[in-house]
């Protein structure tokens, strides 16, 4: 199914979000993404000075990429990588922006992912919320369970997470959430769902949630 999907859906382009989660003390960082597509993320961050270091993974590789800049290339599958032992306990940041939903087992990859993090080490995810509004309204309204080649039910997503799942998924592979934000929390446009988010004091939140943005330490 990888196989047939658009080149962008790699994400070609840069990960501006993640990169905006970096805390502004990383400077020169050694960096891993998980599922770096093209590597255009991890060759800005070269650019700006945030990396001394970067590391790719990438299951699926594009044919225009920035792979000659990165300093380590992994063409594989994050599940069944055997990472060198060097590789142990050494990254400032890793990074893996809609991975986690594609695997088979999310809970043993973070864990092992976990374990290339230095002690005070971050990782950053983005995760698909399956409680959007949205979605929901086509399960529940149209008791319709599609899936589409984007989006929250894509057909290449293998597991779904709320926000409780999200905690518990980091709990699991020893990480502490430091923030879980989104595109919605930062809103600035008082849009429908923002007035609505805001009368209801927030109970209907999580429902305007696209994606959460997720900022972890190991513990």
């Known amino acids: 199914m990888y196989e047939d999907k658009d080149q962008s859906y ?49 299951l699926f590789p594009t044919k225009d990429n920035y792979y000659s800049v990165i300093d380590h290339i992994f063409l ?9 032992s060097a590789m142990y306990n050494s990254f400032d940041v890793v990074i893996m922006g809609d991975v986690i939903e594609h695997l088979v087992d999310p809970w043993s990859a973070l864990k092992k ?11 950053l995810l983005s995760i698909p919320n399956i409680r959007y509004y ?16 984007t989006g929250i039910l894509d057909k290449t ?5 709320c926000r409780k799942n999200v905690f518990e998924l980091l709990d699991s592979a020893g990480l502490k959430a430091e923030t879980i ?13 923002y007035i609505l988010d805001k009368m209801t004091f927030g109970m209907l939140h999580d429902f305007f949630i696209y994606q959460f943005l997720v900022v972890a330490r190991k513990i």
């Not at 594989?76 to 060198?84: A, C, R």
């Not at 997503?157 to 997470?161: A, P, S």
């Not at 930062?186 to 429908?192: G, N, P």
């Open 10 to 58: 790699y994400f070609s382009s840069v990960r501006d979000d993640l990169i905006g989660l970096i805390p502004k003390s990383c400077g020169e960082c050694n960096i891993l993404e998980i599922g770096c597509g093209n590597g255009a993320t991890l060759h800005k961050l070269k650019q700006l000075g945030v990396a001394k270091t970067t590391t790719g993974v990438e």
């Open 113 to 123: 992912v976990s374990n290339l993090l230095k002690s005070d080490g971050l990782i």
């Open 134 to 149: 949205l979605a929901l309204k086509s399960i529940i309204i149209n008791g319709d369970f599609k899936y589409e080649e």
């Open 76 to 84: 594989e599958n994050v599940e069944s990588i055997l990472f060198p």
């Open 181 to 193: 934000t989104s595109a919605f929390d930062t809103e600035t446009i008082r849009s429908k769902k």
């Open 157 to 161: 997503h293998l597991r779904f997470f």
